[in-house]
């Protein structure tokens, strides 16, 4: 019966009858102020399946190497970038695919290339699947 009068304290549906009831409440309190990271140590493997809901994409158009920084924060918080270094000069593009290739690194995530001069940076959160064939087997011809 404590859990069913925990569950109508908790919806305002009963009175609470002690001050034992209280301090529960505010343990209960406690726990739901931690980020979800804590609460899945704590709970165990009970993952929720609407922890992300919408997952932003971030376009990329880099000119210079100081434009990478940016590029790495957006990993940092978890999104996914497409990066379109047309518009570099093929110096700084190196440089910045150097510098991405080891944020990369550092976060478990992938760097994949997409399209000339166009790459895509993952978070370990993303999963890529699939290879874009046609692009690599020309990239192998003009090489």
Do not use: W
């Not at 549906?13 to 899945?40: C, H, I, V, W, Y």
């Amino acid at each position: 019966m404590g859990v069913i009068n925990r569950v109508l304290n908790y919806l305002g549906l009963k009175e609470e009858e002690d001050g034992m009831d209280r301090e529960m409440g505010s343990d209960e309190m406690e726990e739901a102020e931690t980020n979800p990271f804590e609460q899945r140590k704590i709970k165990g493997n009970v993952v929720s399946i609407h922890s992300q809901k919408h997952i932003r994409v971030v376009l990329s158009e880099p000119r210079t190497y100081d434009d990478a920084q940016e590029i790495a924060d957006n990993l940092r918080n978890r999104r996914p970038v497409i990066v379109n270094l047309h518009r570099a000069r093929s110096d700084q593009a190196m440089r910045i695919v150097d510098f991405l290739s080891g944020t990369v690194y550092a976060l478990s995530g992938s760097i994949s290339k997409i399209g000339p001069s166009i790459f895509l940076c993952t978070p370990d959160s993303v999963e890529i699947q699939g290879t874009i064939k046609e692009l690599v087997e020309e990239d192998l011809q003009y090489n």
